[in-house]
């Protein structure tokens, strides 16, 4: 049952990148306990607007406001709102050479534990938390004796992504294209992951350029994304009414 | 200058071999000039302005710390360096060269049991001339380079160890170099003679305090590893680099060689540098025995207007002989860091081998990294391997660790760690948690 609690409020959100407009009054409201997937063309803005949210350096706003459980966090750095509760899988995970994901994933859950003053746990004690979580993905423990994504092959890598999700326990997680590049293995273990994971007190945004995944993940909503701005909002049936008809179904259609 | 070598020589009450040595080290020093094929811009040294000789004030022979200057024992704590009880404990026997004069040896005693003797070199010229006279300019000759033939002119003083026939030394031996004096030359030797079937660690640290004028450095470092003895040299040097706009800090040529003389025997050379305005520097190991093994571990890391141009010579001659590069540049702000390294294989040394890794590490859009690699191969039963890889710190890295909640300081700790992991683990325990902080330290504000 949904309260229509909001998680996350945007509103008339105006976004550049080298002067570029790149967002162009954007509004969305994703209450607790909602999947919201985001679909679109490519280069119409989806990626740039999963990492406005996770507060990337190289985008600068112009205009309007971003509210995460109420309050806005415009003025957040981005490990200050990964703190609070959002969550960005990257569409690239980049590689951490050096860097062992073991290590990585431990320093990662206690600076949350840290934030929230609870004790930080030792190395010891995060392996029992770590290996309940990698079942959830499917993941061998030897994953974590390699270093962050390197050598990693597409579908590892998206994997990673899903397990650091469900090990910082994010309430907002914007999954950008993680279905892509996946086999169709792979994506029922992911999604199982996702499905397990999802409760009435979080939401996620699924940014996908395939019906696919939503076979597997229900979503509540289904945007369509273009040049900045939603241009089309609907129910999971949209989905597949893009897969059969195309964009410039839609495109016409608006205009 | 010629005065100053007497006065130096008569101050210190010098033998008669070690006043010709200066002098014949004088006359080379004039006939060469100053290298100039390393990647290092700076602006010429006067050799006349420099101070040669500056010792503490007091001169008197010290038997005991409790004799030491307060004030100076003071300057020893500021800086971290335990001539104290403690470092017993920690198993290191400190020789403080302060100002170029060796004020205090500890654990002598202890030493004296195994038989390894540990002194400052001009001690060691009055009571064990044998050595010195074999074994001083003997891996670096005194016309070896520009640097290594200032140095034998004028060198004040050093340490001076050496390690008897089947024997493990019980501690890891230490000295700690300083620069106190503004403007005064450092020119210190070391040697190190390990016998047949023994083992030493060597620790080498340095700090300086903060100068506007530039203090030139020019040290010699000589290893000998007899039959099955191995010589482990680490140093952590941490020199003042200058300041943010590149004014002031260390220039520091330093001439570091090794010979693996017997068969069986090793050497190897651990580094990290991180200070200094100007490092021209290439620990090198001749090897000449057969089985014998040379190792070369370097972490370079250089930023705002710093310059390092350091690596290696590996030169086999011995049959079997192998050797093993691995060096890591770091490169920040506007800095220069060079990689250069020699490896030799003369047609005598069948079956010889080297492995060469270089991989240098960008911070910045401005800093500069480079890789010089000589490989002469005159055996066709020789195996040389290299590799190299330059990367970048990039935004992209950074922000996927700010979006796991991880901040900036600890990402770019984590990176840089995970980028010298190789060099870390051949220091002593201690030496790598210092230097991993090090690191950190001086890379503070450099990156986001």
Not at chain 2, 144 to 156: E, G, H, K, R
């Amino acid at each position: 049952m949904i309260l229509n609690i909001p998680l996350l409020e945007i509103k008339n959100l105006r976004v550049s990148i080298n002067e570029n407009e790149v967002l162009k009054n954007l509004n969305l409201t994703v209450n607790k306990g909602e999947i919201h997937a985001i679909m679109g063309p490519n280069g119409s803005g989806k990626s740039t607007f999963s990492k406005v949210l996770a507060g990337h350096p190289l985008y600068s706003i112009l205009d309007g406001d971003i509210l995460f459980k109420g309050s806005s966090i415009l003025d957040l750095e981005p490990e200050e709102r990964s703190h609070l509760g959002i969550f960005l899988a990257f569409q690239y995970p980049i590689e951490i050479p050096g860097v062992s994901n073991e290590d990585f994933l431990r320093i990662a859950y206690n600076s949350k534990q840290k934030f929230y003053n609870k004790p930080e746990v030792d190395p010891i004690e995060f392996l029992t938390i770590i290996n309940d979580k990698l079942k959830l993905v499917n993941m061998s423990p030897l994953f974590l004796n390699r270093n962050v994504n390197e050598g990693f092959s597409g579908g590892e890598k998206k994997r990673n992504e899903i397990l650091q999700m469900i090990l910082l326990d994010s309430e907002l997680s914007i999954l950008d294209e993680t279905d892509s590049g996946l086999d169709i293995d792979a994506l029922k273990i992911i999604s199982n992951g996702i499905n397990k994971f999802m409760n009435p007190n979080k939401s996620i945004i699924l940014i996908t350029h395939y019906q696919r995944l939503l076979d597997y993940i229900k979503p509540t909503y289904v945007h369509v994304m273009q040049n900045g701005k939603i241009i089309k909002t609907g129910s999971a049936e949209l989905a597949k009414e893009l897969e059969t008809k195309g964009y410039e179904w839609l495109r016409n259609l608006v205009n | 200058m010629k005065k100053t070598i007497y006065l130096i020589s008569k101050k210190k009450q010098e033998t008669e071999f070690l006043l010709k040595f200066r002098l014949k080290a004088f006359k080379k020093w004039k006939q060469i000039s100053e290298p100039t094929w390393a990647y290092l811009k700076f602006p010429e040294i006067n050799y006349q302005d420099i101070i040669y000789y500056s010792a503490p004030k007091s001169q008197k022979k010290l038997t005991d710390l409790s004799e030491v200057d307060p004030e100076l024992l003071k300057t020893f704590e500021k800086l971290g360096i335990p001539l104290t009880e403690q470092k017993r404990l920690a198993n290191v026997a400190v020789d403080a060269v302060f100002d170029s004069i060796s004020i205090g040896t500890t654990f002598k005693e202890e030493l004296n049991k195994h038989g390894v003797i540990f002194s400052s070199i001009s001690e060691a010229s009055k009571e064990y001339p044998e050595f010195i006279e074999k074994y001083l300019g003997s891996v670096v000759p005194i016309g070896d380079n520009y640097f290594s033939a200032l140095n034998s002119a004028v060198f004040t003083d050093g340490s001076f160890c050496y390690i008897p026939e089947d024997t493990i030394c019980p501690l890891d031996l230490s000295t700690y170099f300083r620069i106190n004096d503004e403007k005064s030359g450092q020119f210190e030797r070391t040697l190190i003679i390990a016998e047949k079937n023994s083992q030493v660690n060597y620790l080498e640290g340095c700090t300086a305090p903060q100068y506007d004028t530039n203090q030139l450095h020019a040290a010699i470092v000589e290893l000998i590893a007899l039959e099955n003895a191995k010589i482990k040299y680490s140093t952590v040097q941490n020199w003042y680099s200058g300041n943010e706009s590149g004014k002031g800090g260390v220039y520091n040529f330093v001439t570091k060689r090794g010979v693996c003389a017997g068969n069986n025997s090793k050497i190897s050379w651990t580094q990290v540098e991180t200070g200094s305005s100007i490092t021209w520097k290439y620990p090198s190991c001749l090897l000449i025995g057969n089985n014998s093994q040379g190792e070369f571990y370097s972490v370079a890391l250089t930023n705002n207007y710093q310059q390092a141009d350091t690596g290696t010579k590996m030169i086999h001659i011995g049959i079997n002989s192998r050797s093993r590069i691995i060096s890591k540049g770091i490169s920040a702000g506007k800095s220069k860091n060079s990689y250069r390294g020699f490896v030799n294989v003369i047609n005598k040394a069948i079956g010889a081998r080297n492995y060469s890794q270089c991989d240098s590490l960008l911070i910045g859009e401005l800093s500069n990294a480079n890789t010089f690699p000589y490989i002469s191969v005159q055996n066709s039963t020789s195996k040389i391997e290299h590799e190299a890889s330059t990367s970048k710190i990039g935004e992209e890295q950074i922000f996927y660790f700010l979006q796991r909640g991880i901040c900036l300081e600890k990402a770019v700790e984590l990176m840089i760690s995970g980028f010298c992991k190789e060099i870390f683990t051949e220091l002593p325990l201690e030496f790598a948690a210092e230097a991993d902080k090090l690191l950190t330290l001086k890379l503070e504000g450099s990156v986001g």
